[in-house]
């Protein structure tokens, strides 16, 4: 019983044996070329030149496009063709021309078209000839005008018109002395009291200046003006007396109140312009 048992062992000795002589032969089982000896993949063989093997090289990196973002548009109203409105502005002035009240429309950072009325009244003592008048000025007129702003900034350039339709002058003298009318000299009672009037001879007359103050301009509620210019205008006038000499028998007196008038005449002609100057406020809306 006990050579039965030694020879069972010896026999399972030598077959295991033989499975592990099997298992290490050139025909068996071989460990996979990706790892190395000792079981962890193998490297890369190297490129000709030093250069790493594909498989090490870097991908190469790639930038996706921002996303695009959309300008905001800012609120307020746009013309139809694209530009925005600068909307409107009103305020009062004063100034040669009176006292007044201006209407600005804004078209775009550029240009502004500009509109009112202006009403002034004041007395002058002018020396014409050899006579001193007191004269009363009445003035009412309606300023059309466009603003020229050449840098879109405050500094502008205007043209414009100036309606007047009310606009006049009452000349009146009364002499205490001895006075030259004419080509020859009267005591005051053949001269009595002159009397004149001068109106503008154009209704519309042209305008030029420059300003500054953009009174629709951009973030910005109240704006001082101000303004210097030109109203290139005419006049015509007329002259009359009320002292004995109007109804002497001679002609004398009469013919130099006319030659009166021409000389005033042609003192206001050499009044070709007018000068403007005003200041003033704006409040834009």
Partial sequence: MKLRCIGWALAMGVVWSAVCAVGQSPGGIRPSPALNPAGRPAAPAPQPGGRPPPSAQAAPLTLAPAPAVEAEEEEGIYWIWGQKWPGIALGPKIGTTGIGLDLTFGINRYLNLRGGFNYG??????????VEYDLDVDMLSIPLMLDIHPFGGHFRITAGLFLQPGTEGDLRATPDKNVQ???????????????????????????????????VAEDQLLTFMVELGVIFQSYDSSL??????????????????????????????????????????????
């Fill in 121 to 130: 009244s004041f007395t002058w003592s002018p020396k014409l000839d050899d």
């Fill in 240 to 285: 009359t007396a009320d002292g004995a000499g109007m109804t002497a028998k001679l002609d004398t007196f009469r013919q130099d109140i006319q030659e009166e008038e021409r000389n005033l005449q042609k003192d206001l002609d050499d009044l070709k312009v007018y000068p403007v100057l005003t200041l003033g406020l704006a409040w834009h809306f």
């Fill in 181 to 215: 009318i004419g080509s020859h000299t009267y005591p005051p009672e053949v001269v009595g009291t002159l009397r004149g009037q001068i109106d503008v001879a154009d209704t519309l007359a042209p305008y030029l200046g420059i300003g500054f103050g953009n009174a």
